[in-house]
C-alpha cells in the first residue's frame, strides 16, 4: 500500500534523507526505527506530499505522490508529531473541521465525529475547549484527527511523544484496532520498546538513510550471539581498539578518550582477557557494562550510539 523507491530528500548541501526503500503492506505495521534527526519525519513529509521529494519515487495505493497527489493524499490519515489541533475549538469541532476537509457531510460526519470521540474516550469531554485538556488527551486527539474519515493508509509521526504511561497505552491500543481493520500503518517512533510491541516489520533509520530492515527476529538475528560490553575509564582509542580486535570475535563498536564500546561473543567468559588487552594498550578502566543480544545492541552496533542520544 506504501512504496517508496529510491527517496532522496535534500536541503541546499543538507540531505535529510538519502536513498531510503521500502514496502509497507495492507493490515501491518511497518516501522521507521531512529533518533531524533535521523530522517523519519521528513520521509513522513514526502509520503504525504508535505514535502517534495528532491528525487525518487513514492506511491500510496499505486497513486505517485507527486504525479497524482490528490488521489494519494485523500487514502491518507497523517497525525503528525507536532499537535494539529485548533484549542479554542471543542475536541467535537476539531474532528468536525477535519472530517470535512475530507469530503464529509451532514450525518454521516456527525456520526464519525462521535464514533472517534468514543474511541479515543473523550466523548465525556466532546465540548470543552481543547485548551484544558491535558498533554494525554491532546494526543488522542490528535491521533482521532487522523483518522476520521477512515483512511486506509495511517502515517504515525511519534504519536506518544510526551504522553502519560496511560494515554500511551490507548494510543498503543488505538493503533492496533486500525490495523485490525485493515489500515495500513507507517510509524515513527525513537522508542525502542514500541517498535518492538507494535510493528510487523521494522528499518533501522539513521543520517537519512536505512541502516537494517526486516521482521523484529530477522533484525534479531543480525546481532548473533555477540554481547555488548561498554567499557569507561581513559583510553587511548587506536591503541586499544587494535589490542580488542587482535583478540578475534570483538569487535571495537565505538572508541574514544572516555568510553570503549566492544562487541564480542560470550563476552561475559571472554572479560579477563579483553580486559587485560585493554590495559596492555594503556587503558584504565573504571565501569564496566554488559547487556545481552537485542535490538537496542543491533542499533548501537549500526550506528555506533544508543537511540536516545
Not at 500510496?60 to 494539529?84: K, N, T, Y
Not at 476537509?101 to 479515543?120: D, F, I, S
Not at 572479560?271 to 554488559?290: D, R, S, Y
Request: charged share 20%.
Amino acid at each position: 500500500m506504501i512504496t517508496v523507491d529510491a527517496l532522496r530528500k535534500s536541503y541546499g548541501d543538507l540531505v535529510a534523507v538519502d536513498g531510503v526503500s521500502f514496502v509497507a503492506g495492507e493490515g501491518g505495521i511497518f516501522g521507521l526505527l531512529g533518533p531524533n534527526g535521523a530522517g523519519k519525519s521528513t520521509t513522513i513529509g514526502c509520503i504525504s506530499g508535505l514535502l517534495p521529494p528532491s528525487s525518487g519515487r513514492i506511491r500510496v495505493l499505486g497513486h505517485d505522490v507527486v504525479l497524482d497527489g490528490r488521489a494519494a493524499r485523500s487514502c491518507i490519515g497523517v497525525v503528525p508529531q507536532e499537535l494539529a489541533l485548533y484549542e479554542d475549538l471543542s475536541a467535537a469541532d476539531n474532528l468536525g473541521y477535519w472530517g470535512a476537509a475530507y469530503g464529509l457531510r451532514g450525518p454521516a460526519l456527525k456520526r464519525r465525529v462521535g464514533e472517534v470521540l468514543e474511541l479515543t474516550g473523550l466523548l465525556d469531554r466532546a465540548r470543552e475547549p481543547v485548551k484544558r485538556y491535558s498533554g494525554g488527551m491532546k494526543r488522542r486527539l490528535n491521533f482521532g484527527c487522523g483518522i476520521v474519515h477512515r483512511p486506509r493508509v495511517l502515517l504515525l509521526d511519534e504519536p506518544t511523544v510526551g504522553v502519560d504511561p496511560q494515554s500511551r497505552v490507548r494510543l498503543l491500543d488505538l493503533v492496533r484496532e486500525q490495523v485490525a481493520a485493515g489500515t495500513c500503518v507507517l510509524y515513527t517512533s525513537h522508542y525502542m520498546e514500541e517498535a518492538q510491541a507494535l510493528c510487523d516489520r521494522l528499518a533501522i533509520m539513521d543520517h537519512g538513510r536505512i541502516l537494517a530492515a526486516g521482521t523484529l527476529a530477522e533484525l534479531r538475528a543480525m546481532v548473533g550471539e555477540r554481547d555488548l560490553l561498554r567499557l569507561t575509564g581513559a583510553f587511548d582509542p587506536d591503541p586499544v581498539r587494535g589490542a580488542v580486535e587482535a583478540l578475534g570475535d570483538a569487535g571495537v563498536v565505538s572508541a574514544d578518550a572516555g568510553a570503549l564500546l566492544i562487541a564480542a561473543g560470550s563476552a561475559s567468559r571472554r572479560l579477563p582477557a579483553i580486559l587485560q588487552a585493554v590495559a596492555g594498550a594503556g587503558g584504565e578502566v573504571a565501569e564496566i557494562t554488559l547487556s545481552q543480544p537485542s535490538l537496542e545492541n543491533l542499533f548501537i552496533t549500526l550506528t555506533g550510539r544508543e537511540l536516545r542520544e
